[in-house]
C-alpha cells in the first residue's frame, strides 16, 4: 500500500470528542463588529504576520452539530469544544509545540514529594461579566463539578488522581493529589476549562439552561451574543481580554453537519478554513490556487469498543479473532486513500520517545479469525453465522454521522460476517451516538477515535476506575495494566517512563481493551487569505490572538 508522507509533522493532542470538529471558518474583511516542566520557559512562536490585519472581520467556521457551552457538559465534545476553546481559558493551554503553557496560571511547581501541584494565578483577570476571576473559581471547578464523580463531566475521568483542590490565596492553588501525577500541566491544557462559581453555586450545573445553551460568561478571547438553534453561534471578541485582544472582531460558527457542504462552501470562499473529513477530497483541495493546504499527523487513533460488560467480550480471544478479520490496510488504502497506517496500540508514532512499534501485530488473516473463534467455543450455524450455546455472535453497532466512521463500520460489517459474525449497523446522526454510545454505552460493538495530550499517559482511557463512566468506554478492567499506568504517573525520569509504556503498549496489543485500527495523517485546508500556527484546528484556536488576515 502507498503511504503518503505528512508535508507538515506537528505533536498533538482530542477526546471522542477529542477529535478536532472545526470544520471551516470565512472572513469578511468589511463586517462589523515528556513529563512538563515545572516552570515553563518557553510559549508560542506567533504565526507570521499577514499583509494587515483587518480589525473589523467577521470569520465564519463550522461545526458539525449542536452545541452546548458548558465545557463540562457529559455529553458534550466534538461539536462543542469548537466553541468553548475561545469562550473559556483554563490554567495552562497548548503551546504550538503541543507542551502546557501558561494562562489563567502563570507558573507551577510539584512538591518534592510529588503529591501536590501549586499553580499562580494570573492577577487583574475578569469574567466577562465583569466579575473578578480567583482561585475560588477554581476550587470550585473541580471540587463541585470535575470531581463528583455522580455528575460525569466530560473528561472529568482525566482527573481521578486528584483528590482535592485548595485555595491557598485568591492567586493561588493547590491540587492535592491521591498519588502522583507528573503530567497534570499537560491535562489541564487538555478541555478543562474554569467555570465561574458566582453563576453556578447552588445550582445543578447540567440544568443551568441560561449558561449552557444561552449565555455563557468564561475568561476567554470571545463573548457569545447571538445564538440561533439549528443555524449559527456568534461570537464577539473580548475587548477585555488579558492575553491580548484578537485581531478581527467576530466569529460565527455556522452549524453545518454535512461535509460536502462544508467543502463546497470552502471552495467558493464562504469558508476559509476546514479540517478536511474525506481524504478522497484532498488532491482537488490541493490543487485550487487559492487554498492552502497542510497535512499534520496527530496524536489520533481510530478503534472498535467492544462492550465488555457483556462475557462474550471478555475473552481476549473473541476481541483478537474480531481484528484479524478486518483488513485495515484496505481501509487506510480505499476509504483514506493512503492517509494514515495500521494502529498498534494508544500511542501513536508521533510520539517517538514513547512509541513501541514491536509489539503483537494483527495482519489481515481471516482464517486465524475463524479459528479463534472456534477455540472461544463458537461453531457455525445452519445460516453460516458462528454461535455458542445456542446463541448467535451477533453485534449490534452503532455508527455516528461523522467524516469516515460510516464508511469504515460498513467496511467492518462486511469483514466480520464474512466470518461469521452477524452485524447489525445502525447509522445515527452525531448527537445522538454521543448519547447513546459516550453517554449510556448502549452498544455491542462501535468505531470511533480518541485523540488525547501530546503525553503517553492514557490513564483516564484504560484505567478501571474509568470504567462504566469517563473515557473507558468498553469498560476493559485489567489489575496490571491499572499498575503499569499508575507507576508511570509516578516516574521521575524519562528512561523510567519510557520503560513503563512500552510495557503498557505491549500489554494492550496482547490483550486488545480496543481493536486498534488506524493512526490518521489530518488535513487542514485554509485560504490564503487567512493565516493561523500551522497545527490542527483546536491548538490554533488557542493562539486566536495571534490569527491575522489579508485585504
Known sequence: MHKRKPLLTVTIACLLAGVLA??????????????????????????????????????????????????WFPTGFAESQPVTEILFDGLTKWGTDYQPVPALATDWKPADDGMSWTFNLKKDVNWSDGKPFTADDVV?????????????????????????????????????????????????????????KHIFEGQDPWKLTTFN???????????LTKYSAGQFVELERNPNYYGGGAKFSKIVFNIIPDNNTQIAQLLSGTLSMINVQDPNLLEKLKSNPNLNVNEVLDNNYFWIALDQSQ??????????????????????????????????????????????????????????????????????????????????????MPAGQYGVLVQASQLVQQY??????????????????????????????????????????????????????GNNIP?????????????????????????????????????LPYLYLWYPTMAVATQKSLTVPKTTFIVAEDHITEWTIQK
Not at 57 to 71: G, H, K, L, R, W
Request: with cysteine.
Open 22 to 71: 472545526i470544520s471551516g471558518c470565512s472572513i469578511n474583511p468589511n463586517a462589523g463588529s515528556s513529563a512538563p516542566s515545572p516552570a515553563p520557559n518557553n510559549s508560542a512562536a506567533p504565526a507570521p504576520a499577514a499583509t494587515a490585519a483587518v480589525s473589523n472581520a467577521t470569520v465564519n467556521m463550522a461545526i458539525n452539530a449542536e452545541p452546548n457551552f458548558n465545557p
Open 140 to 196: 470550585y471547578t473541580f471540587n463541585e463539578i470535575v470531581l463528583k464523580k455522580e455528575l460525569g463531566a466530560s473528561n472529568s475521568s482525566n482527573f481521578v488522581d486528584v483528590d482535592k483542590v485548595v485555595a491557598v490565596s485568591p492567586t493561588q492553588v493547590q491540587f492535592v493529589l491521591k498519588k502522583p501525577w507528573s503530567s497534570l500541566p499537560n491535562y489541564l491544557a487538555w478541555y478543562a476549562k474554569i467555570l465561574p
Open 213 to 223: 445553551k444561552e449565555k455563557p460568561v468564561g475568561t476567554g478571547p470571545f463573548i
Open 311 to 396: 462475557e462474550r467480550f471478555r475473552d481476549v480471544k473473541v476481541r483478537q479473532a474480531l481484528l484479524y478479520a478486518i483488513d485495515r490496510e484496505s481501509i487506510i488504502k480505499g476509504v483514506l486513500k493512503g492517509y494514515g497506517s495500521v494502529a498498534t496500540g494508544p500511542l501513536a508514532p508521533i510520539q517517538e520517545k514513547y512509541y513501541n512499534k514491536n509489539v503483537k501485530n494483527y495482519a489481515f488473516d481471516p482464517e486465524k479469525a475463524k479459528s479463534l473463534l472456534k477455540e472461544a467455543g463458537y461453531t457455525p450455524g445452519a445460516d453460516g453465522f458462528m454461535q455458542k450455546n445456542g446463541q448467535v455472535l451477533e453485534v449490534n
Open 416 to 469: 466480520w460476517q464474512k466470518v461469521g459474525v452477524k452485524v447489525n449497523l445502525q447509522v445515527i446522526d452525531w448527537n445522538t451516538y454521543v448519547q447513546k454510545v459516550v453517554g449510556n454505552r448502549q452498544y455491542d460493538a462501535t468505531l470511533c477515535w480518541w485523540r488525547a495530550p501530546v503525553d503517553p499517559d492514557v490513564l483516564a482511557y484504560y484505567h478501571s476506575s474509568s470504567a462504566g463512566k
Open 475 to 511: 469498560g476493559y478492567k485489567n489489575a496490571a495494566l491499572d499498575k503499569l499506568l499508575e507507576d508511570g504517573r509516578k516516574a521521575k525520569t524519562t528512561e523510567e517512563r519510557v520503560k513503563i509504556y512500552n510495557d503498557v503498549q505491549t500489554l494492550t496489543a496482547e490483550e
